[in-house]
Protein backbone atom coordinates (compact mmCIF):
# COMPACT_ATOMS: atom_id res chain seq x y z
CA UNK A 1 0.00 0.00 0.00
CA UNK A 2 2.27 2.43 0.98
CA UNK A 3 4.29 1.85 -2.20
CA UNK A 4 1.07 2.56 -4.48
CA UNK A 5 0.19 6.05 -2.16
CA UNK A 6 3.64 7.33 -2.92
CA UNK A 7 3.86 5.64 -6.75
CA UNK A 8 0.59 8.50 -6.51
CA UNK A 9 2.27 11.26 -5.80
CA UNK A 10 1.05 11.18 -2.73
CA UNK A 11 -2.13 12.09 -4.43
CA UNK A 12 -4.52 8.84 -2.77
CA UNK A 13 -5.75 9.80 0.29
CA UNK A 14 -7.49 6.66 0.93
CA UNK A 15 -4.19 4.80 0.19
CA UNK A 16 -2.77 6.73 3.24
CA UNK A 17 -5.78 5.98 5.17
CA UNK A 18 -5.29 2.74 4.50
CA UNK A 19 -1.82 2.65 5.08
CA UNK A 20 -2.32 4.55 8.68
CA UNK A 21 -5.23 1.93 9.65
CA UNK A 22 -2.51 -1.08 8.53
CA UNK A 23 0.39 0.73 10.88
CA UNK A 24 -1.65 2.06 13.89
CA UNK A 25 -0.60 -0.71 16.04
CA UNK A 26 2.52 -1.20 15.26
CA UNK A 27 4.57 1.48 13.74
CA UNK A 28 3.59 4.38 15.66
CA UNK A 29 5.57 6.79 13.52
CA UNK A 30 4.65 5.34 10.27
CA UNK A 31 1.07 5.81 10.98
CA UNK A 32 1.36 9.12 12.01
CA UNK A 33 3.30 10.23 9.24
CA UNK A 34 0.68 8.28 6.65
CA UNK A 35 -2.38 10.35 9.00
CA UNK A 36 -0.63 13.43 7.76
CA UNK A 37 0.06 12.74 4.37
CA UNK A 38 -3.64 11.97 4.11
CA UNK A 39 -4.88 15.27 6.13
CA UNK A 40 -2.61 17.36 3.81
CA UNK A 41 -4.11 15.46 0.77
CA UNK A 42 -7.53 16.25 2.12
CA UNK A 43 -7.58 18.01 4.68
CA UNK A 44 -11.73 19.05 4.16
CA UNK A 45 -12.50 15.28 4.21
CA UNK A 46 -10.24 14.29 6.95
CA UNK A 47 -11.30 16.81 9.06
CA UNK A 48 -14.98 16.28 8.88
CA UNK A 49 -14.16 12.42 9.85
CA UNK A 50 -14.23 11.57 13.67
CA UNK A 51 -12.47 8.38 13.22
CA UNK A 52 -10.06 9.66 11.10
CA UNK A 53 -9.49 11.97 13.81
CA UNK A 54 -9.35 10.13 16.92
CA UNK A 55 -7.80 7.52 15.25
CA UNK A 56 -4.79 9.70 14.18
CA UNK A 57 -4.58 11.44 17.78
CA UNK A 58 -4.06 7.83 19.01
CA UNK A 59 -0.89 7.08 17.40
CA UNK A 60 0.10 11.00 17.82
CA UNK A 61 -0.61 9.90 21.47
CA UNK A 62 1.13 6.38 21.51
CA UNK A 63 4.48 8.03 19.43
CA UNK A 64 4.58 10.80 22.28
CA UNK A 65 3.60 13.63 19.50
CA UNK A 66 0.86 14.95 22.61
CA UNK A 67 0.56 18.42 21.67
CA UNK A 68 -0.84 17.03 18.35
CA UNK A 69 -2.80 14.61 19.69
CA UNK A 70 -4.49 17.04 21.62
CA UNK A 71 -5.25 19.45 19.05
CA UNK A 72 -6.73 16.40 16.89
CA UNK A 73 -8.81 14.88 20.09
CA UNK A 74 -10.10 19.10 19.98
CA UNK A 75 -11.16 18.53 16.89
CA UNK A 76 -13.05 15.45 16.96
CA UNK A 77 -14.83 16.66 20.00
CA UNK A 78 -16.10 19.53 18.31
CA UNK A 79 -18.05 17.15 15.64
CA UNK A 80 -18.64 14.05 17.88
CA UNK A 81 -21.98 12.41 18.14
CA UNK A 82 -23.54 9.69 20.01
CA UNK A 83 -20.84 7.42 21.46
CA UNK A 84 -18.41 9.07 19.69
CA UNK A 85 -18.69 11.71 22.12
CA UNK A 86 -17.88 9.10 25.36
CA UNK A 87 -14.58 7.72 23.00
CA UNK A 88 -13.44 11.11 22.57
CA UNK A 89 -13.61 12.10 25.91
CA UNK A 90 -12.63 8.71 27.29
CA UNK A 91 -8.90 9.03 25.13
CA UNK A 92 -8.45 13.05 26.27
CA UNK A 93 -8.97 12.00 29.75
CA UNK A 94 -6.18 8.94 28.92
CA UNK A 95 -3.60 11.65 27.19
CA UNK A 96 -4.43 14.23 30.57
CA UNK A 97 -3.93 11.25 32.99
CA UNK A 98 -0.66 10.63 30.95
CA UNK A 99 0.55 14.19 31.18
CA UNK A 100 -0.03 14.16 34.91
CA UNK A 101 -3.14 16.78 34.36
CA UNK A 102 -5.31 14.23 36.93
CA UNK A 103 -7.87 17.10 37.57
CA UNK A 104 -8.61 17.61 34.27
CA UNK A 105 -8.87 14.18 33.15
Known sequence: IRAAAEASG???F???IA??????T????QAAAA???????DPARFDKSVEYLNNAAVVFYASGKLSKAHELFKLASEI????????IKFNTARLLEEEGRLEEA
Open 19 to 24: LASMLE
Open 35 to 41: YEKARLF
Open 10 to 12: GQS
Open 80 to 87: AQGEAVAI
Open 26 to 29: RAFD
Open 14 to 16: DLW
